[in-house]
């Protein structure tokens, strides 16, 4: 009998229109947590934190930012293969999660299979800098006298594997550059010893920190990556204008929102608009801008054909040199 009445008061609810006890509600009905695989005060969670005020706003709901630094991104992606596909756990991701996979042998944070996009946000151009001792007037001199001295001269990273360590060797292999590399544990102190002079020439793919160098004449802006040139350094070509035999060339890092495998569609729409109408924002774009960043613009779709993309070539180049996380 009292699984008859059960059925009858939610059959007589359902007749006056009322929703099911069940019923979903509608996205996003609370806060979202936000990982960012870095340390809070990088060129990540710097964007982020400008981006996602803007984003927060426009879902009306709160957006939690957790930073979960190391294993160059992956601890942060563990935590988002773990959670639920509900859209209240997300990423923040960079060009690491396409890297950093192949360097820790950590084939379950693939991100063609373990993560879907919710939207692609900005792209970041690496910029080749140079000590002040250096002759080279720009690029295409540049690595003339690279090749003319193979060995010679002395290039800084961000790390073992970094995205500015695989654009090096990426450039080294097109051209036939040997050098030796000197890696440093970030971006910061890799621009502080060239800048001293103690290494020829690096790639770095933070604005913020770099421009202080560049505006006291410490370092030397020769070229970026991308294939355009960036606005926040407009009288800097590209290599892809500079340097003949890398017409075309395009690379650097980029930032993505990710999700867990599986999450509903509606709710990667949801975001993905979210994202987009942050992006026109004009405070959020002068933010970018001063960054070196650059709208992306492309549809969720798209963004997940890149990031399979970048996957398929950086683990290739690890692959290729032999790479792995010290």
């Not at 080279?136 to 193979?150: C, E, G, S, T, V």
């Not at 961000?158 to 440093?184: C, E, T």
């Amino acid at each position: 009998m009292i699984k008859k009445t059960t059925c009858a008061v939610a059959l007589a609810g359902l007749a006056a229109g009322l929703p099911p006890a069940h019923a979903a509600e509608p996205y996003p009905g609370k806060a979202i947590t936000l990982i960012i695989g870095f340390a809070p005060g990088g060129p990540t969670d710097a964007i982020g934190r400008v981006l996602f005020k803007k984003v927060s706003e426009e879902l009306k709901v709160p957006i939690v930012i957790e930073n979960r630094p190391g294993a160059g991104g992956n601890i942060g992606a563990q935590e988002l293969l773990r959670a639920r596909p509900d859209g209240y756990t997300l990423m923040y991701g960079t060009s690491s999660i396409t890297t950093a996979p192949a360097l820790f042998d950590r084939k379950d944070l693939n991100p063609k299979t373990a993560f879907v996009a919710a939207g692609c946000s900005v792209a970041v151009p690496l910029i080749l800098l140079t000590s002040k001792s250096l002759t080279a007037a720009n690029a295409q001199d540049f690595y003339r006298q690279l090749k003319a001295q193979p060995g010679k001269y002395f290039m800084g990273s961000s790390g073992n594997g970094s995205i500015d360590h695989l654009v090096a060797m990426d450039i080294a292999a097109k051209l036939g550059l040997k050098f030796q590399h000197v890696p440093y544990k970030g971006n910061g102190p890799a621009l502080t010893d060239l800048a001293g002079g103690n290494t020829s020439f690096m790639y770095s793919g933070s604005f913020n920190s770099a421009m202080p160098f560049i505006k006291s004449g410490q370092v030397k802006p020769l070229a970026v990556t991308s294939r355009n040139r960036s606005e926040a350094l407009p009288d800097v070509p590209s290599l892809s204008e500079s340097v003949p035999s890398l017409q075309g060339y395009d690379a650097g890092t980029w930032q993505v929102l990710l999700a867990p495998k599986g999450t509903p569609a509606p709710i990667l729409e949801k975001l993905n608009t979210a994202l987009q109408a942050a992006m026109k924002d004009a405070a959020v774009l002068e933010s970018l801008r001063f960054q070196g960043a650059v709208v992306m613009d492309k549809t969720p779709a798209q963004c997940q054909d890149f990031i399979d993309s970048e996957y398929d070539r950086w683990s290739s180049t690890i692959d290729r040199l032999g790479l792995k996380a010290q």
